[in-house]
């Protein structure tokens, strides 16, 4: 069964960068055809897509976010990352990992999530 | 972008009703609409797609239909369990721009 796990910092500076990597079991990264993406959620709020990056590391960004959005893939590792640049308080959510098959078709698996919060 | 308006914002329903949420597209996006149900403090969970495409695991008592701009989850005789919160998702294979509708919160008297 295929797991995706987040992990990073709970907590970021505003005007810094946040990291978060998301680390997949189950299933390889780099032996597989999908697309590995972020979602995030402000508390009590609705879902944004961040963006997602194909196994060869092609990324496809949300235009909102795309000049402060890094999404890369480490195949060693098996995991892939979230960099975001310039963080604000509107940045502060719920950031989840997750997998689908292509540009198309829905989030088939999710990661639990990670409160990041910005704050000084 | 394509926007996704969904109504109601908040729908209670009693467990022999029927839950009936609408999610309508910004411009047409043919079937690429997807479902999730989010309950309190967990990931999202995939219940339809592609419009009235059915995952395995998922109760038989969820179905979707729609096309184009306007597309509508069901959910007949809902039990206890189905109190959450419904998203639909958008694939458009045009913008390649995900978004998703600003969700239901669907109550279990």
């Known amino acids: 069964q295929l797991q995706l796990q987040e992990s990073g910092p709970g907590l970021v500076r505003p005007s810094e960068t946040l990291s978060l990597t998301c680390s997949v079991s189950g299933g390889s990264i780099g032996k597989s055809t999908y697309y590995w993406g972020w979602v995030r959620q402000p508390p009590g709020k609705g879902l944004e897509w961040i963006g997602s990056i194909y196994y060869d590391g092609t990324t496809v960004y949300n235009p909102s976010l795309t000049s402060r959005v890094t999404i890369s893939v480490d195949t060693s590792k098996n995991q892939f990352s979230l960099k975001m640049s310039s963080v604000t308080a509107a940045d502060t959510a719920v950031y989840y990992c997750?997998?689908?098959?292509?540009?198309?078709?829905?989030?088939?698996?999710w990661g639990q999530g990670t409160l990041v919060t910005v704050s000084s | 972008e394509i926007v996704l308006t969904q109504s109601p914002d908040f729908q209670s329903v009693t467990p022999k009703g029927e839950v009936t949420i609408t999610c309508r597209a910004s411009q047409s996006i043919g079937s690429n609409l997807h479902w999730y149900q989010q309950k309190p403090d967990q990931s999202p969970k995939l219940l339809i797609k592609?419009?009235?495409q059915s995952i395995s695991g998922v109760p038989s008592r969820f179905s979707g239909s729609g096309f184009g701009t306007q597309f509508t989850l069901t959910i007949n005789s809902p039990e206890a369990e189905d109190a959450a919160t419904y998203y639909c998702h958008q694939t458009s294979t045009v913008s390649h721009v995900w978004t998703f509708g600003q969700g239901t919160k669907v109550e279990i008297k």
């Open positions: 592609f419009a009235s």
């Open positions: 997750a997998r689908h098959l292509a540009t198309h078709t829905p989030i088939e698996y």
